[in-house]
């Protein structure tokens, strides 16, 4: 089995299926799939914060049977810990969601599996999984890859934690978590949970930037993460460009490579929002 996890509110949908449509079709494995997403409610917080949908995580579950029956979306309701942990905390108030707290509680989770590779949903499989997957991370509590901006501003090994692979053993050992839960408790942090790993760590594995390239995609990029980037013309500015955004995506980064997910993504959201209650079921052709 290959441990996947997402973690988000509702709005994770278009993010959760693009990703996961690329990881579907850029790999040959006929090992099954698990995606966990990790959800909750804290629409005390802002209105807008509340948990995927068991629709929405049906159709996803749906999609990925397409692929292969033994496939699953599992649905991790996480709040109690959550709540219990950080609610009204120096970071819940931080430059992102309070959803991306939620893979620190990886650890307290019953029955998560000893590998467990953590995604953003923002982005894209270029390449085959098991590339990244079958790295060995025995000796290590997960495997990263650099910032691309952080590595020049922070530190050289400072990681970028939208592409996290957990060796869970060794992080209960260390402490990794629990280190972490406890600096977002007491410390308010510039980037929050990525920090508090980055500061929690006992032992890392540096991974090329081909695993999770957040500014280019190359040939030989496995990972191509659509994170809010910097650009120079005409005048200098950010634009936070993701892949369902399918005109930027064309427009902007001329990238036509991901054509195949992206226009079944198109054809499943509308599928998705005409069923309304999931009429049906999708069959991959």
């Known amino acids: ?6 973690s988000g509110n509702v709005k994770v949908f278009d993010g959760a299926l693009t990703t996961m449509l690329s990881i579907l079709k850029r790999t ?3 090992e099954p ?10 629409s005390r917080v802002k209105p807008e914060y509340t948990p995927i949908t068991s629709e929405q995580t049906a159709f996803l579950d749906r999609v990925s049977k397409g692929y292969n029956a033994e496939n699953r979306v599992v649905r991790v309701d996480v709040g109690k810990y959550y709540e ?13 969601s309070p959803y991306t707290l939620l893979r620190l509680f990886a650890d307290m989770v019953p029955d998560m599996p000893d590998k467990l590779l953590y995604l953003d949903i923002d982005l894209l499989f270029n390449r085959d999984i098991m590339l990244l997957y ?3 991370v025995t000796n290590y509590e997960y495997a990263a890859a650099r910032d691309h901006y952080g590595k020049f501003l922070l530190n050289p090994n400072y ?19 629990t280190k972490a839960r406890n600096l977002i408790k007491t ?19 540096m991974l090329p930037q081909r695993f999770n390239d957040q500014k280019f995609c190359h040939k030989h990029t496995v990972v ?4 809010k980037r910097l650009f120079w013309l005409p005048y200098p500015h950010t634009a936070n460009i993701k892949q369902w955004n399918v005109s930027k995506v064309h427009k902007v980064f001329k990238y036509y490579q991901f054509d195949d997910i992206l226009y079944e993504y198109i054809y499943l959201k509308n599928l998705f929002e005409k069923k309304g209650e999931l009429r049906g079921s999708y069959e991959k052709n």
Request: net charge positive; glycine share 4%.
């Open 33 to 42: 799939f698990t995606f966990y997403i990790f959800t909750m409610d804290i």
């Open 84 to 96: 219990k942990e950080f609610a009204h905390c120096p970071n819940e108030q931080a430059y992102c």
């Open 187 to 205: 410390k308010k942090m510039t980037f929050a949970d990525q920090d508090a790993i980055y500061r929690s760590t006992t032992k890392k594995l």
């Open 224 to 227: 191509r993460h659509f994170s």
């Open 28 to 30: 040959e494995t006929k």
């Open 134 to 136: 079958g790295t060995d």
């Open 159 to 177: 990681i970028n934690a939208g592409v996290l692979l957990f060796n869970m053993k060794k992080c209960k050992e260390t402490g990794l978590f």
């Open 1 to 6: 089995m290959i441990n996947i996890l997402f």
